[in-house]
């Protein structure tokens, strides 16, 4: 079983709905979590951080609910732009720095 | 900087072949990634580098799988010898390490073996 575990998808929206991804991680030790996102033949890049507090950074935000192990990605109002895949990432704490990413979510907004 | 920078960008090499693909992370980075992404099963870890060093290897799929870091500027993960069921877009990623900064990717090597 994979450590990181996300909905593939596709997921296509009109222009402005809201819409969720959800993403379940196995290894309790996993310290910290992550979104990246990525363009079709493009490479990773970081959207942002999920904290327990969860955060917030305009249309997008993020929680972390450790004791259900899973994190979320919401997206209010969505653009043409956003259309891409997401992928969630845990990083393993007790000495590794390994990241794991899961397969990814992709999104298509569509007009 | 340049950010992390791969090359080739493209490679198209027959069965049997070596192939070797560069790193050149951002400088002051002590973690160093490679990953190879295919459809089915999305981004995986093939190992990764603290201070040249190699730290956990495990994802590398086979002994034909080799990764160096000879310095803090350079990496090179080699195919020997490759097989078509190696086609896949392989990332490098940097990082400063600590468990709360950002991984920096590469525009990735996009290996087809014929």
């Known amino acids: 079983r994979k450590e990181v575990e996300q909905d593939p998808g596709p997921f296509n929206v009109p222009e402005g709905a809201t819409v969720a991804f959800n993403c379940t991680y196995s290894n309790s030790a996993s310290q910290s979590f992550f979104w990246y996102r990525q363009d079709c033949r493009k490479e990773p890049k970081l959207l942002m951080s999920v904290y327990s507090s969860g955060n917030e950074d305009g249309r997008f935000t993020a929680q972390l609910n450790r004791a259900s192990q899973y994190i979320s990605l919401l997206i209010r109002d969505s653009k043409l732009s956003d259309s891409a895949t997401y992928l969630c990432v845990g990083i393993s704490g007790a000495g590794s720095y390994q990241l794991t990413f899961g397969k990814g979510t992709k999104l298509s907004v569509i007009p | 900087d340049a950010g992390v920078i791969q090359s080739p960008r493209h490679e198209v090499t027959e069965m049997g072949q070596e192939v070797t693909l560069r790193c050149k992370p951002i400088?002051?980075?002590?973690?160093l990634f490679w990953y190879r992404q295919t459809m089915m099963r999305g981004l995986e870890l093939l190992i990764y580098f603290n201070n040249n060093v190699p730290i956990d290897d495990s994802g590398m799929p086979e002994d034909r799988f080799s990764a160096k870091m000879p310095n803090a500027s350079f990496s090179t993960l080699k195919i020997q010898p490759s097989e078509p069921r190696d086609s896949a877009v392989y990332f490098c990623?940097?990082?400063?390490?600590?468990?709360?900064?950002?991984?920096?990717f590469g525009q990735g090597t996009r290996l087809t073996v014929v």
């Open positions: 400088s002051g980075h002590d973690y």
């Open positions: 990623a940097s990082s400063e390490g600590y468990t709360n900064t950002e991984a920096f």
